[in-house]
C-alpha cells in the first residue's frame, strides 16, 4: 500500500526541476493529492503529475501576503477535506559582499524565506490533521555553517530552524510534528547559474565539502518524504542535513563577487 494514500500534502514554491517539483512528485507517487501553492505555474511538473493522474490543486499565491495564504490553505482543505503535511519549500536568494547588501533586498529575503514560512504554517495548523500532521521546512546547509556573500539567505534558514523548533514543542501535545532539513548544494537550475561563473579551484572547495557528491532534487524529496511519513513519527524538532556535516561550513569565497540575485522557486510576486 503506498503510505500517503489519502493523505493530502501542501507544498509551496514547486517548479518544474526543482526541490520543491521532486517533493510534489515523490508525495503524488506515493499515494497523496497534492496541493502547489505559488506564483509561476510549474506547467510542466503539472503535466507529469497529470500523467499519473495525480489528485491536484494548483493555486497561484504569494506567500507574502497574509489574505492570499489564508485563502489558498483554506480552499485546498475545502477541495480534499483534510490537510496532513505542509513542505515550506519556497525561497529566494541573493549573494554580495556584506557592505554592498540592499535594505530592499535582505526585507524581501526575510519575508519570504522565514515569514513566508511562518505565513503558510500558523494558516495550516488549524486544520492540520490531529495525531500524524507534520510541517515539513526545507532549510539549507547555509542556515547552520554560513557561506561568504550569502548573509541574509543563511540568516534566513537559521531562522527556519530554529522556528522549527519552537513550532515542535507547541504541536506535540496534539501528536503533531515539525521536522527540517538542511540541504548542501543541490543541482538545480538556480545553482548552475552559480557554477557557471566559479572557477577551478572555487569549485574543488566546494566538491570537497560534499564527500558524497553533490545532490539531486530527488534525494531532499526522499528525506522529506520519509520525516513527514509513519516511520519518522518519533522524530520532531531536528533539523537534518544532508549531503554534508554542519562542522565542515561551506567555504566559496568567490560566489560573493558574483552579485548574482536568483530566485530559487517562483513564489512571490514583486
Not at 172 to 195: E, I, N
Not at 243 to 266: F, Q, R, Y
Request: glycine residues 8%.
Amino acid at each position: 500500500m503506498k503510505q500517503f494514500k489519502d493523505s493530502v500534502v501542501i507544498i509551496t514554491g514547486p517548479s518544474d526541476n526543482g526541490i520543491g517539483g521532486a517533493i510534489a512528485e515523490q508525495f503524488a507517487e506515493q499515494g497523496a493529492a497534492v496541493c502547489l501553492l505559488g506564483i509561476e505555474k510549474p506547467i510542466r511538473l503539472i503535466k507529469r503529475l497529470h500523467r499519473r493522474k495525480s489528485l491536484l490543486l494548483w493555486l497561484e499565491v504569494d506567500i507574502c501576503n497574509t489574505a492570499e495564504v489564508d485563502q489558498a490553505v483554506a480552499s485546498c482543505h475545502q477541495e480534499f477535506g483534510r490537510l496532513d503535511v505542509l513542505v515550506n519549500n519556497a525561497g529566494v536568494e541573493f549573494s554580495t559582499a556584506f557592505e554592498e547588501i540592499d535594505d530592499d533586498q535582505w526585507d524581501r529575503l526575510l519575508s519570504v524565506n522565514l515569514s513566508g514560512a511562518m505565513k503558510t504554517s500558523r494558516a495550516v495548523i488549524p486544520f492540520l490533521t490531529e495525531q500524524g500532521g507534520v510541517i515539513v521546512n526545507i532549510a539549507s546547509a547555509l542556515g547552520m555553517a554560513g557561506c561568504a556573500g550569502y548573509h541574509a539567505y543563511s540568516a534566513s534558514k537559521a531562522g527556519l530552524i530554529a522556528m522549527t523548533r519552537s513550532l515542535a514543542l507547541e504541536l506535540a501535545p496534539k501528536g503533531q510534528r515539525a521536522v527540517c532539513v538542511a540541504p548542501a548544494l543541490v543541482y538545480t537550475p538556480m545553482t548552475h547559474k552559480h557554477f557557471s561563473s566559479l572557477d577551478a579551484s572555487t569549485l574543488k572547495e566546494l566538491e570537497a565539502a560534499h564527500p558524497l557528491g553533490m545532490g539531486s532534487p530527488g534525494d531532499v524529496a526522499n528525506a522529506v518524504t520519509f520525516l513527514a511519513s509513519k516511520q519518522a513519527g518519533w522524530i520532531t524538532g531536528i533539523s537534518l542535513p544532508l549531503g554534508w556535516l554542519p562542522t565542515w561550513g561551506i567555504s566559496a569565497p568567490d560566489m560573493c563577487h558574483t552579485k548574482t540575485t536568483a530566485v530559487s522557486e517562483k513564489l512571490s510576486k514583486e
